[in-house]
């Protein structure tokens, strides 16, 4: 997805792991300077070689002179790290967008820290996937100040397909919790037909190509149906990234109350792919738990 309308800008993408590497060469693509950094020296170097721009040798060069700086590594305290050194070496008035997925507190933690050097801070945590990120498709949900959020809107539309404001700072990472709740609880659910389909002797292909014609239809049905019934699981969001997502949903829920029995229980479920080694495996692989049980 292109971004023609917006004048090209001197951003900043810190972080080019499976999501941030796609993400940060839909912003090339869409004709602006980006200057990239990953820890990995060799990957930035990758990313160069394929996409342009530049890549620098420390987050602190990387966003030196950028309007906008986006994060996209792994937990809390990375991000603490990484807006750190960027606030050392941003100028007023530059915004940085988080598109990790971290906690609300530590984003109103970074929103405060930004804010007294008079930077703006976006918790903009997105849902998609790989291939959505691959297909500039993403959806971006987003936090904190709206003046910021307008200003960099056209930005994230360059790998968003939806890029939405949700409110204050905390309220994209709470929205992105929400998307993590009812996929763990989706994706078990058809684990547990299509297991149920294969011991009551059903083609489970033809199951899975009828009921999604119907009020069981879902993303996962249609995306991870097939290959689930075909022991793939060697693609898309990896179990441990997921484990660290629901800690996070279930340290918020002790926090607001919120009574989450199936998220605790897919939690402990995707535990027990871990013990199998199914560490990088895509959450889908639940199947391969029940199958693994029979």
């Known amino acids: 997805m292109s971004d023609s309308a917006t004048a090209p800008r001197n951003v900043a993408f810190l972080g080019l792991g499976t999501m941030g590497f796609p993400m940060a060469g839909h912003l090339a693509r869409a004709g602006h300077a980006v200057t990239v950094y990953n820890r990995t020296a060799a990957k930035a170097e990758a990313w160069v070689a394929a996409h342009g721009g530049r890549s620098a040798p420390t987050v602190e060069e990387a966003v030196a002179g950028a309007d906008t700086v986006f994060l996209c590594v792994g937990g809390d305290d990375d991000v603490r790290e ?14 940085i967008a988080d ?28 849902s998609g996937g790989q291939a959505g990120a691959e297909k500039g498709i993403l959806t971006v949900m987003v936090g904190g100040d709206a003046d910021a959020f307008a200003r960099a809107q056209p930005l994230m539309a360059a790998f968003g397909r939806s890029v939405v404001h949700m409110g204050p700072s905390g309220a994209g990472q709470l929205t992105k919790m929400v998307n993590q709740i009812c996929i763990a609880g989706l994706v078990q659910a058809l684990a547990e037909g299509l297991s149920f389909a294969q011991r ?13 014609k119907g009020a069981a239809q879902s993303w996962q049905m249609e995306n991870r149906g097939h290959t689930m019934l075909d022991g793939k699981f060697d693609f898309g969001f990896a179990v441990d990234w997921m484990r660290k ?14 009574t989450l029995p199936v998220t605790a229980v897919v939690d402990q479920f995707y535990a027990d792919v871990q013990a199998m080694g199914g560490n990088r495996l895509d959450t889908s692989s639940l199947m391969k738990r029940l199958t ?3």
């Open 82 to 95: 990484v807006t750190a050194k960027a606030l050392g070496a941003l100028a007023p008035g530059a915004v």
């Open 200 to 212: 009551a002797g059903l083609d489970g292909h033809k199951v899975v190509d009828v009921i999604s």
């Open 99 to 126: 598109h990790s997925t971290v906690s609300a507190a530590v984003s109103r933690e970074m929103d405060a820290l930004a804010s007294a050097r008079r930077v703006s801070f976006l918790d903009a945590p997105v």
């Open 292 to 294: 693994a049980k029979g």
């Open 245 to 258: 997502d629901l800690g996070i949903v279930l340290d918020e829920a002790r926090r607001n109350g919120a």
